[in-house]
């Protein structure tokens, strides 16, 4: 640890779920230490100034803070301007509050992209200079790395994978379109289709799902890790429509690398597998041999690792 | 053209068609002269070198020259790797014969990566600095400016929008693919899908385009322009599903102009508005919002002048 102490680290705090979660990082992107706490949404800046004291004890070498929120953020004035999950980020100057709390340089950025900008650091990404992230959960979202950069569009929004359409004639998507990827793929929606299919299709080998009125999308991923059929039926079918958006993605973009995150690719080969075959049907052949679909390598540490590494960049 | 003559200007080439176009262009952008022939295939660089010796008399100054070609041409060396419509350029090293018979310095690049860099320097990209150019026409083909460049990505594949999924349970593409945009928006399909309506539905308002038995995209675009209803749906219909790709594309990159160029969109504000509107239907509102939808510019000058452009920056 003493290399940590003596040379300049910098901390990543992913503010985007229940738990804020810290990572000291060095500046190669190797975690040193870690914190978790129950997200205090009304006194974030003093939760992180907390953690901050904390560890500056043993790392007094604290260069700069980055923080992945759940939210839009402006380019331009490193403001939040959008947060659906963390309301008061938008409404003060939370980077403000932030460096004024901690005393440390402070780099905000969408959590999407900074668990993209993570696994290109230092995990799935890593040797790549070009990469596409989709982070399947509660939600889809994504992320780019373009000549080894996040490329956050015009004006901070690209990478919105979640709101392409995949199924034309689908539901309505909170967004108002109708048949985005997140309106049949999200976790919400994969137990929702397969409530749907139980309705209607009394022959499903319902098994052990079957027993349960209330169930989850981890459920589900679990029961076809032990070899259920229907539960094995709906990954394979949700990996078919995530394969057709990583296929448009490597159509338009001929990246290097899709890397696929979130709470649906523990579920492992049995999710990752229909979507690397569905992407090989649905895209152009030479792009598809460019590119390598691969799972993300670093969980829960990518937000605070990419945030860590964007606070490291922009203090050079 | 006394400025012409004496500024260094750079020619670009268009095989891609039938015709050969030959644009003698300013390190501006702006056409000082055209030449145009039927193309011969087999004897091009002959052909080419022609075309610079008539050129060359009044325009000393001829700097280098760019080539548009219907293929896929290789980043690292410059060469043609696939090209369908022109396979005798994939055999040999195109680029060093036309210099060799040229004398200048030659730059040769995909035809739709030509026409976006055409449409950025000197057309309907112009002020911008991130575009998707996307040109429908008996293919739908795509390129992407980002930053200024061309995105040619990692192995000179991006821009291929053409074979996105637009229908997933559509019908057969070249490509392997089922239900990309081509099979629904290109020429020959957009005539393919009224046929297929004209067999199905006996009470469409057939009126001028029931009259003739072989019809092209073209033609109805004329009776739609012409008020004929039938035909004026069909072009509505066409518009839904590029829109549906336009907001794919406005979703995964949230650029500041989706520029659209080929034959279909001489159809005018027939098949743009409807295209405008379902973007706006399906696309993130904040990126929608971002980004400018505009016909191209520059017709079939979009390659000459793209090539000649590319062929002044490797000059630099």
């Known amino acids: 640890m003493t290399s940590t102490a003596t040379a300049s680290s910098y901390l990543g705090v992913d503010v985007s779920g229940a738990t804020l979660r ?12 870690r914190r978790e706490a129950a997200l205090e949404r009304g006194a974030l800046p003093a939760q ?53 709390a901690t005393g440390l340089p402070t780099t905000l950025e969408n959590d999407a992209n900074a668990a993209a900008y993570g696994e290109y650091v230092a995990g799935a990404g890593a040797g790549c200079r070009n990469l596409f992230y989709i982070t399947i ?22 990478g919105e994978i979640g709101h392409i359409t995949i199924d034309p004639d689908g539901i309505l998507c909170t967004c108002g379109n109708v048949g985005c990827l997140e309106t049949v793929a999200s976790a919400p929606n994969i ?18 799902l079957g027993l349960a ?3 989850t999308a981890a459920d589900i991923a679990r029961e076809a890790n032990n070899g259920d059929d229907f539960a094995h039926l709906m990954l394979e079918r949700t990996g078919r429509y995530i394969g057709t958006a990583v296929a448009t993605v ?12 979130g709470t649906i690719m523990e579920a492992g080969d ?46 050079k």
């Not at 990082?25 to 230490?33: F, H």
């Not at 409404?91 to 932030?98: N, Q, S, Y």
């Not at 990246?255 to 696929?260: N, Q």
């Open 137 to 158: 959960g509660a939600g889809i979202g994504g992320a780019l790395i373009l000549d080894g950069r996040l490329w956050r569009g015009a004006s901070g929004f690209a």
């Open 48 to 100: 992180v100034a907390q953690v901050v004291s904390e560890l500056r004890d043993a790392n007094p070498q604290i260069a700069a803070l980055g923080i992945g929120v759940p939210g839009l953020v402006s380019p331009e004035t490193g403001r939040v301007i959008v947060s659906t999950d963390l309301p008061a980020a938008a409404r003060g100057d939370l980077r403000a509050e932030l460096q004024q």
């Open 250 to 261: 490597i159509n338009l973009l001929n990246l290097e690398r899709i890397v696929l995150g």
């Open 213 to 215: 009125k209330d169930f």
């Open 270 to 315: 049995l999710i990752l597998q229909p979507i690397i075959r569905e992407a090989g049907k649905r895209s152009f052949q030479p792009c598809f041999e460019a590119t390598q679909i691969v799972a993300a390598a670093l969980a829960t540490d990518a937000v605070p690792v990419g945030a860590a590494m964007l606070a490291r960049d922009a203090a």
């Open 22 to 33: 810290a990572a000291l990082v060095g500046a190669d992107g190797r975690v040193a230490e």
């Open 191 to 208: 137990v929702r289709r397969t409530h749907e299919r139980l309705l209607r299709d009394s022959t499903s080998s319902l098994s052990r």
